[in-house]
């Protein structure tokens, strides 16, 4: 899936992608954009991962700064595609929770 068609996606389940100056520890120093859940504040992402050569899919618990590495992936198809259907599940994880 490539990226504007994830970001089309994800307004469907009420993430926005958001740009975010400062410092968030990632897999990237240049990564800055992110999807964020507006209910729990959480960011998702994916970044090119120049070390390893792969994109890697990752969460951010903004509230602990703690980042959680969801894979890695030859291709940002790919990369876009499974950290999709992450943010799918988890937000039908989550409503379902209510």
């Known amino acids: 899936m490539k990226r504007a068609e994830f970001e089309k996606k994800i307004k469907e389940l009420k993430l926005?992608?958001?740009?975010?100056?400062g410092k968030i520890q990632t897999y990237?120093?240049?990564?800055?954009?992110?999807?964020?859940?507006?209910?729990?504040?959480?960011l998702y992402?994916?970044?090119?991962?120049?070390?390893?050569?792969?994109?890697?899919?990752?969460?951010?618990?903004?509230?602990r700064g703690i980042v959680v590495d969801l894979g890695s992936f030859a291709t940002e198809e790919k990369a876009y595609e499974e950290l999709f259907e992450i943010v799918r599940n988890w937000e039908a994880d989550y409503a379902n929770k209510k």
């Open 16 to 21: 926005e992608r958001v740009h975010r100056e």
């Open 28 to 42: 990237s120093n240049e990564q800055n954009e992110y999807y964020r859940d507006k209910v729990k504040d959480n």
């Open 45 to 63: 992402g994916c970044c090119f991962n120049e070390r390893l050569g792969k994109y890697i899919i990752f969460f951010t618990d903004v509230e």
